[in-house]
């Protein structure tokens, strides 16, 4: 805030000195460009993915996709772009599978282990276990 004889104001005076005072909206930006690069970090899911979830009967919990989240960070760190990634769920004892793009951190199919009728995947580059 400016002052003005002692007092703080919540306005910048128009006359007196004539640098503007912009420190106010600096801790905004950077606020904003930080809760926009969290968004823009975490692990999305495809359309088809959530119908996936949907009719498999699959419910994800914050530790799930925390885990999700990790694998991803690590298969990222090591060059890949197409993973599967298997975990236990933490809501039951199920096993799922998670086909993911990588660059684009987006989850593009989501599978029960256990009611897989094929046991092959294909179009990726790498498996991470969660």
């Keep these: 805030m400016a002052e003005i004889n002692g007092v703080s104001v919540p306005f910048v005076p128009i006359v007196g000195n004539n640098t503007a005072v912009r ?60 993973s599967l990634i298997l975990m236990d769920l933490s809501s039951n004892d199920r096993k799922a599978a998670f086909i993911v793009n990588i660059p684009n951190r987006t989850v593009v199919t989501a599978i029960e282990v256990e009611n897989a009728e094929e046991n092959v995947f294909t179009n990726i580059d790498s498996v991470v276990f969660a």
Excluded: C, Y
């Design 23 to 82: 420190n106010s909206r600096d801790p905004v930006k950077a606020s904003f460009d930080s809760i926009f690069q969290q968004e823009l970090e975490k692990v999305k899911f495809s359309n088809h993915a959530l119908k996936r979830l949907e009719s498999r009967n699959i419910q994800l919990g914050e530790e799930d996709l925390t885990k999700i989240q990790n694998a991803v960070e690590k298969a990222e760190s090591k060059g890949a772009r197409d």
